[in-house]
């Protein structure tokens, strides 16, 4: 009975801290293409992937055409009037090493 309470304890520490440390990871990105010009929306840190969230416009929003992402300069780019709200997933690797 005792040991049942302490892997349940451990499981639910893991669980809790694996999740609070996702959820840093991920953020929800405004950006727009405004006049159907080139934007890019800079996060200050590296990029992993990001994939659209809730698209905002009228227009297309299709990856690699309308939007994508630079990975290296930390940033969602959108173009050609698409406009949305992105999940980026930020990148912790140390590049340095």
Do not use: P
Not at 20 to 40: D, K, M, Q, T
Not at 74 to 79: P, Q
């Amino acid at each position: 009975m005792f040991t049942n309470k302490i892997v349940k304890s451990l499981t639910l520490f893991v669980l809790f801290f694996s999740l609070y440390s996702l959820e840093a990871r991920v953020r929800r990105v405004r950006c727009e293409s405004i006049g159907h010009n080139y934007r890019e929306c800079r996060m200050g840190d590296r990029i992993d992937d990001a994939e659209l969230d809730v698209q905002l416009s009228g227009a297309s929003c299709r990856r690699n055409r309308s939007w994508g992402v630079n990975h290296r300069e930390g940033s969602i780019w959108v173009d050609d009037g698409c406009r949305a709200i992105f999940l980026v997933w930020m990148d912790d690797r140390d590049w340095n090493q």
